[in-house]
């Protein structure tokens, strides 16, 4: 049918990558903020179990007889031994000297003043450890004595477990990014949805459907719906113009071509002189010449003009070409022709009745405009296994071995026209409406070669 | 037959009219809607010509309003718009057939006949000559009892001459009213058919006779 238009991307796609991309920087996002506060939570409360220990082993230092003792309480190390199996180091140091523990252990906190304490991750023996310092002053002798306590503890425990936690943490962000993308889908999907029912509205009209929109649509499509009333109200109201000004440019050109024809007849009824009723004679041919091609010219362009928006409605050719035989009947009659139907009920076509009716009617005028008096044309209707056949045959001796499909152009008449009145777009009218319901057109010399045949096959529904 | 033509073109009423009349019709005219109603409400026509597109409406107005009064009377329109715009509408208002104009007398005449026909013209419509018995509606000839039905050319022929018996009409004349201007045939093919009335006339006591030089004249023996 029509050209498929250049896209920008779709709506929905663009909104579905949007919303899942926004997934994943939060899904990311998510992940890091929930593992580095597990990490913090887990750090803090680590820490704080090397202190107490640190702060139990401290209790346990006293002054007796001018000598320090450490009594190092069971307890303090067994706490570091139930978060985890990581081996526990600690020192016991006094102005300097170890007093107990391991004496390579790093001691970081030199600096503290009395009761306070510092955390610090280092490597010691190959191993990470995190351990904490302590430090109190105690008076020995009078003279103060600066105790540090250092209590640290390899991580591999305190690694498990971040690991332990970042699976989870990663675990959550995916779960959330999941739950986000199918979300993201279905909200793509059901805010484009007030769109496609919009469009299956406007694509399920017809072509003579030019009623403005009227289905509630979300606030943000009502600008579109409304240019688009605008569009068909504009539309409807060029078709109309168009169409009255075809009508109004045939009432024109036709109401003073009936007068003047009226009055040649006329006059020609009143005059004897040879002369005058020969000129009197031209001159009706001439305006019969010229209204029936003004008038195939206006049945043209109607007939373009309603192709282009083809109403599809079921039509019943037999029913159709015997109307038009009952209406042709009495012009046949002038001429004595005998005119007749023959025809069995067909199944329905569909399409525009009133131009599969002109189309038919322009063969009917050509055939009885050229067969001579006294003659016979068989109209009939038929169906084959693919296509309902209107058919018209004639006896007025056929197109002469003319090529056929010249016939059709546009103002080419046949050789047999010569002093008839036409203006040749009769058969061009029959083909095209043919050809728009998808069916051809024939023109055949008859069987018995006194005249043509011509054959409307539309094809069957 | 009456008939009531509603046209508002004076000069191609003027020539229907005369043409109408020619042929042994009463006619009265009617210039717009105004007038056609007041026509049609106190006489009684046998047809109706009615033009669509009148100063004072729309001829289809007319055409609802006369059959919503349920009158039998038919109507032919006369219509100048396009056939393939309108003729859907005038059909369905009660129309019994339209003609596009410009027309051919004898195309209007053809029309008429066909549609008085077809409301069945009773035997008021006969004329009789002699021993004969015409029915122009009908077609048929009786002479002495026996009915045969005429071809159209001749019903035309012999109706034109006994339009205006006892005058002689010209072969000229007669070959415009019966042939179409687009058909070049002789003044002879006049003579096949006068030759085949006469045969049929044969005992009416109605005889078609030839002025030489001058035409056929049809008079009672």
Known sequence: MSDPLPTSGSLRRRLTLQLVGSAAVLATLLFFVVLGFARDVAQQTHDSILLASATSIMDSVSVQADAVTVDLPYAALSMLGNVSDDRVFYSVSMRGQLLTGYDDLPISGQMLRSGQSAFDTLSYKGDGIRMVTLSRRLSLNGAPADILITVAQTREGQAAQLAQLSRSALQLGLGFFLVATILAFWTAQSSIRPLNQLTAAVSRRGPKDLRPVRRPVPSEMIPLVLSLNQFIARLRVSLTRSEDFIAEAAHRVRTPLATVRAQAEITLLRVEKPENRASLREMIRAIDESSRAAGQLLDHAMVTFRIDTLERKAIDLTELAKELVDRLQPIAELKDIDLRFTGSRCPTITGDAILVQNATRNILDNAIKYSPSDSAIQVSTRQTTSEIVIQVEDQAGGFGGMDTEVLTHRFTRGDNAVGTVGSGLGLTIAREVVEAHGGTLLIETNKSGTGACVSLCFPLA | ?221
């Open chain 2, 1 to 221: 037959m009456r008939f009531l033509l509603v046209e508002d073109n004076i000069s191609l009423a003027t020539a229907v009219l005369d043409r109408l009349r020619m042929d042994g019709h009463v006619v009265d005219h009617a210039a717009n809607i105004a007038a056609a109603e007041d026509y049609s409400a106190t006489t009684d026509y046998d047809l109706i010509l009615l033009d669509i597109m009148l100063p004072d409406g729309d001829g289809r107005s007319f055409l609802r309003s006369h059959r919503n009064r349920l009158i039998e009377t038919p109507v032919i329109v006369l219509t100048a718009r396009s056939e393939v715009s309108d003729r859907v509408g005038m059909l369905d208002l009660g129309a019994d057939d339209y003609i596009t104009k410009p027309f051919d007398f004898s195309e209007l005449e053809a029309r008429c006949r066909a549609v008085l026909r077809r409301h069945g013209g009773d035997s008021s419509n006969q004329r009789r000559f002699g021993n004969l018995v015409f029915d122009p509606l009908a077609g048929t000839l009786s002479v002495a009892g026996k009915t045969i039905t005429l071809r159209n050319k001749e019903l035309r022929l012999l109706e034109i001459l006994l339009n205006g018996q006892d005058r002689i009409h010209s072969k000229p004349k007669l070959v415009d009213r019966l042939f179409s201007y687009d058909e070049e045939v002789s003044e002879n093919a006049i003579e096949v058919y006068v030759g085949r009335l006469r045969k049929h006339l044969t005992g009416s006591g109605v005889e078609i006779t030839t002025v030489r030089g001058l035409g056929y004249r049809i008079s009672l023996v």
